[in-house]
């Protein structure tokens, strides 16, 4: 604030010293200018008449002479400050408005009120850095589960797309260097509340000094960065960032479970989605046979690297070799738009293709092209810009990736499900088998509406009563979290798909398993049973209902009444 009332006295240091001159020559004059009586005496106006006078002369808002009629030589100086004034006055109105349009003060005023709505904020909140392709999923999806977020990007038409976004909660965003430690400062970046600082622009060096000045001035806070090479990855991880995501080597990793794994990933692809989406149908990539993958960047290596150990016979179409190196196998050199360039990859005999450029023009164009040689391909296709998701929505490939989206995803699924990149991990060394049987019974919980998944603690309030029934040789167990409140023999529609207990982990965990305070699970079903179990878990007479039989009475006279009659 400060600053802003600095700027201001500045620039109209020249226009409000005017004023206060034209003023004073004016009130002096007529103090010292003397009127005259009728009977040829002689007055003067007072001070404080002389400035009433001039106040609301100045104003062009009516003339009386006061106290009494002006002399000639009265009004021949009222004249002459009446054009000095409204001249002043002009060029004071003049330097405010100019003021008002100058680029320095609308940016110190924008920053004071950036910086009040971010102080004010009494929670926390995820600063992100970058409002993009993946800063833009990723803002909605913390507001729609109810998270602040403040953001800071250099690109002044993504501040004014925030503000036009409906989003559930009011998001702080100011145009701003992220590079620079005075905006992440100004962001709230050493705020007790500030839970996180995530790095989401293009750049690889803007994300990598701001994870280092996050860590540097806020080491408590989580750093989340984006980054799409390995040596900017190695240089975050060195000082110690929290997670580091590479949507290519993440996508990689998922085509290559695909191809192994393909219930996996249908169950990964599900879970990793909003809530309340459509159960997918599983994808499944071939496993043998020629795969083709045009361009041969950052994409295409790690594609390579990650299919090569598999065992999948590759060839490469790749117009510029010499810059982005060679593959150990087969290459073709070219775009993989013409249709000769496709045949010398033996197009024909191939069983799937990846249009992986960084054009998206030129990746529509090799899916197009492809299709027509070879109408059964499996088709993996790179979008770059959201703009033309239409256009690759029409174009029909069996998997699109988006390097921006899946980022978002895999932070809002950090954000949001803690517990789910566990699971998933964990479900990684199970065989395909066993994700299958577990898709069946997740679709099996189907209604009319897709089942959600959800977390539940287990909070202090079950405490007590546990040790009571453990008292009574009736321990509470996930079973009896499962039961339903209303009927005990009746199950909820709900799959309990990890159990941790401090550093401990269980996927799939034994029904029989005790229940503690402190232990968290992942779960999977119906909403109606997401209600039940918090309200079994919350409710001393309802837990000890699911786990005895008994149902208590309800108020402390029937209690009474009970121990009177026991």
């Known amino acids: 604030m400060d600053s802003v009332i600095f700027l201001i006295l500045r620039r109209m240091r020249a226009p409000l010293l005017t004023l206060i001159l034209l003023y004073s020559v004016a009130i002096i004059g007529l103090v010292l200018i003397p009127g005259q009586h009728p009977d040829g005496s002689r007055w003067h106006l007072s001070l404080f008449h002389a400035f009433y006078f001039v106040s609301y002369m100045s104003t062009t808002i009516g003339f009386g002479e006061l106290p009494r009629e002006f002399s000639d030589a009265q009004r021949i100086w009222v004249t002459l400050c009446i054009y000095a004034t409204v001249t002043g006055w002009l060029y004071s109105v003049g330097s405010m408005i100019a003021l008002l349009q100058d680029k320095a003060l609308r940016r110190t005023m924008e920053e004071h009120r950036f910086a009040g709505h971010v102080r004010r904020i009494k929670e926390d909140f995820y600063l992100v850095c970058g409002y993009g392709q993946t800063g833009s999923g990723l803002v909605r999806a913390l507001t729609e589960r109810s998270q602040r977020a403040v953001v800071l990007d250099n690109h002044p038409e993504r501040i004014d797309l925030l503000k036009l976004e409906s989003l559930q909660e009011f998001v702080p965003a100011l145009r701003a260097d992220v590079r620079r430690p005075d905006s992440l400062l100004l962001a709230g970046l050493r705020s007790p509340y500030c839970a996180g600082v995530l790095a989401l622009t293009s750049s690889n060096e803007v994300n990598l000094k701001v994870a280092l000045a996050a860590k540097l001035m806020h080491p408590d806070a989580k750093v989340i960065c984006r980054a799409d090479s390995h040596d900017v990855e190695a240089n975050m991880a060195s000082f110690g960032t929290d997670h580091i995501y590479d949507p290519f080597d993440i996508f990689a990793r998922y085509l290559s479970t695909a191809i192994d794994s393909p219930c996996l990933t249908a169950l990964q692809d599900w879970l990793g989605q909003l809530h309340s989406s459509m159960l997918p149908e599983p994808i499944y990539p071939p496993a043998e046979g020629l795969w083709i993958i045009c361009g041969y960047g950052r994409f295409g290596k790690a594609l390579y690297s990650q299919l090569a150990a598999q065992g999948v016979e590759l060839i490469v179409v790749e117009m510029e070799p010499e810059r982005t190196g060679l593959p150990p196998g087969a290459l073709i050199k070219g775009r993989g738009t013409e249709a000769v360039t496709l045949e010398q990859a033996d197009i024909h005999r191939a069983v799937g293709i990846i249009a992986g450029t960084d054009n998206d023009a ?24 959201l703009m033309n998701e239409e256009l690759f929505r029409a174009v029909d490939a069996d998997i699109l990736m988006h390097p921006s989206l899946i980022v978002a995803q895999r932070i809002r699924i950090l954000l949001s499900a803690p517990l789910l990149t566990e699971f998933v991990s964990q479900a990684d060394r199970e065989p395909d088998s066993w994700s299958c049987e577990l898709f069946s019974r997740i679709v099996a919980l189907a209604d009319e509406r897709p089942p959600i998944l959800w977390e539940l603690k287990v909070g202090e309030t079950f405490g007590p009563v546990a040790n009571q029934l453990t008292g009574q040789g009736q321990e509470p167990s996930l079973q009896d979290l ?4 209303r009927n005990r023999d009746d199950p909820l529609a709900a799959i309990c798909l990890m159990h941790t207990r401090g550093s401990h982990c269980c996927v799939l965990p034994d029904l029989s398993q005790r229940l503690r305070v402190g232990d968290q699970l992942l779960l999977c079903g119906r909403p109606e049973a997401r209600d039940w179990m918090q309200w079994t878990l919350n409710n001393p007479d309802v837990l000890t209902y699911v786990v005895t039989g008994v149902s208590l009475p309800r108020g402390s006279l029937w209690r009474w009444l009970q121990r009177r009659q026991s």
């Open 362 to 385: 030129n990746n529509l164009s090799i899916i197009m092209t492809a299709k027509e040689l070879n109408p059964n391909l499996f088709t993996v296709v790179r979008e770059n810009q």
């Open 482 to 485: 499962i039961r339903d409140p």
